[in-house]
């Protein structure tokens, strides 16, 4: 029995010998652990890099768009009350394209109309009704059209009735001067538009709509 005890615990005395072997030296844990620490420095800055990747991107994307919500329903039924809009800023606008502006009307906020009338196109008026059209169509002659009736009218003539005050500051204007720009809302009888203030100004427009984000159920481009 005796003997025995003695291997026993001889053996666990060996066990014990072979628990404090290191299988590294010193020299190579060191330069593990300083592997370990170049490796998280580049993790690091990796993170970091993405990080301000995505704050420069973000930064850049609010200095060229802008949201809006639209108020009313004026532009119906493109757009609805309580929609939300994405702005592309300083861009200039095509026809039928919709955009936001400053109407310059005292404690009015942003419009949002559709471009019907571009720089260059044709207009003249009668008493409160204007007629507009296109750059592109045949020059017309006002003693000639104002023979017609509005169903004789050319396809590419659009009627609409202005204020008196819009039809006189119009009165001598054969031509949309350059920059300036004729707008109506899609929902005609409940939108304040060009009928009521005339040509806008390129400098008054913020940019052209793009994009609706909410409500979720109508999320897309708008045109």
């Not at 010998?17 to 010193?26: A, G, V």
């Not at 039924?77 to 309580?82: E, H, I, Q, S, V």
């Not at 009888?189 to 793009?210: C, H, M, P, Y």
Request: net charge positive; charged share 25%.
């Amino acid at each position: 029995m005796a003997i025995k005890q003695v291997r026993e615990q001889k053996a666990r005395q060996g066990q014990s010998t072979i628990k404090k072997r290191s299988p590294f030296s010193k020299e190579k844990i060191a330069q593990q652990k300083k592997l370990q620490a170049i490796k998280v420095k580049r993790q690091t800055l990796f993170r970091e890099g993405v990080l301000l990747f995505l704050i420069g991107i973000g930064i850049i994307g609010l200095l060229q768009v802008k949201t809006h919500r639209v108020e009313g329903e004026s532009m119906l039924p493109t757009l609805k009350n309580n929609d939300r809009i994405v702005v592309k800023k300083n861009q200039s606008p095509n026809r039928y394209d919709l955009i936001t502006f400053d109407p310059e009307i005292p404690y009015e906020s942003s419009y949002v109309k559709r471009v019907v009338g571009m720089p260059g196109d044709q207009i003249w008026t009668d008493q409160t009704s204007l007629y507009l059209r296109t750059a592109q169509a045949v020059e017309w002659h006002e003693e000639a059209e104002q023979q017609m009736t509005a169903v004789q009218l050319p396809d590419s003539t659009l009627k609409v009735t202005v204020s008196e005050e819009v039809a006189r500051n119009l009165r001598n204007i054969e031509v949309i001067p350059q920059g300036s720009y004729f707008v109506l809302g899609d929902n005609r009888k409940a939108s304040k538009d060009s009928r009521s203030f005339g040509l806008i100004n390129a400098e008054q427009i913020e940019g052209t709509v793009f994009y609706r984000y909410f409500p979720f159920a109508r999320v897309g481009g708008i045109n």
